[in-house]
């Protein structure tokens, strides 16, 4: 990252904790966060900042739109595939820096939480970032998720590569009964129900155009 860049992204440290709720809002359906998710987001921010300067956890640079893109749109998919008080099992995949696995255990924290990435620097981050923000029953796992052999009753993913594969190996690892959520492109929902099947719901994505919540049920 240059220093430009840099100066751009540092500006997120301006945002107040007011400021991030009223950002959130939309995809909380009006329902502020407590004041400590608000603290834990903040860390998260802060965190992840840092570490974006030697590994590409982002390719956003405007603040807002890292709240928006980032922290709103994996608050939605909590919103609609999480109670707050649920205790359900959780698989990640290609969970990069967080998004969306991490946010649903900030809106659910008794989850139990798996998160797979195949890259080293980001397996790293993510266990520093589950020890910074005090994060319990939060296991990650480095390797590819085409190997990973548990299920879970909801497995989730977003802005993953071979999105084809991806889905038939993600729908795979969701035990009976389960379900699959993916934040992906409204363009490739008849890909999805191509490639897999079933019981298909979307829901469009708050602020957003062409962004989806899309939600299959084993």
């Known amino acids: 990252m240059n220093p430009a860049e840099a100066a751009v992204l540092s500006c997120i440290f301006m945002l107040e904790p007011q400021q991030i709720s009223d950002l959130l809002l939309p995809y909380l359906d009006g329902r ?17 900042l840092k570490w974006n300067r030697v590994v590409n956890l982002t390719a956003i640079r ?11 749109e994996s608050l939605f998919a909590a919103r609609h595939l999480l109670a707050p008080d649920a ?13 969306p696995g991490v946010v649903l255990k900030i809106f ?26 005090h994060l319990s029953d939060v296991r990650v796992v480095q390797g590819r998720a085409e190997r990973f052999q548990e299920s879970a009753a909801l497995i989730t993913f977003r802005a993953v590569e071979k999105f084809e594969s991806i889905l038939c190996t993600a729908a795979s690892l969701v035990a009976p009964g389960g379900r699959l959520g993916a934040l992906i492109g409204a363009s ?6 191509s490639v897999l099947p079933g019981r298909w719901q979307s829901v469009a994505i708050p602020e ?3 962004r989806v919540l899309a939600i299959w049920q084993a």
């Open 208 to 210: 957003s155009e062409s």
């Open 188 to 193: 490739q929902l008849p890909a999805a129900a």
């Open 87 to 99: 205790t359900d099992s959780v698989i990640d995949i290609g969970s990069g820096a967080g998004f």
């Open 32 to 48: 502020p966060l407590s004041v400590d998710q608000l603290s834990i987001i903040s860390t998260y921010i802060d965190l992840m």
């Open 108 to 133: 659910a924290p008794s989850i139990r939480l798996t998160l797979v990435e195949s890259r080293g620097k980001k397996a790293i981050f993510l266990r520093e970032l589950a020890r910074t923000l």
């Open 62 to 72: 405007q603040p807002e739109q890292v709240v928006r893109r980032h922290f709103g």
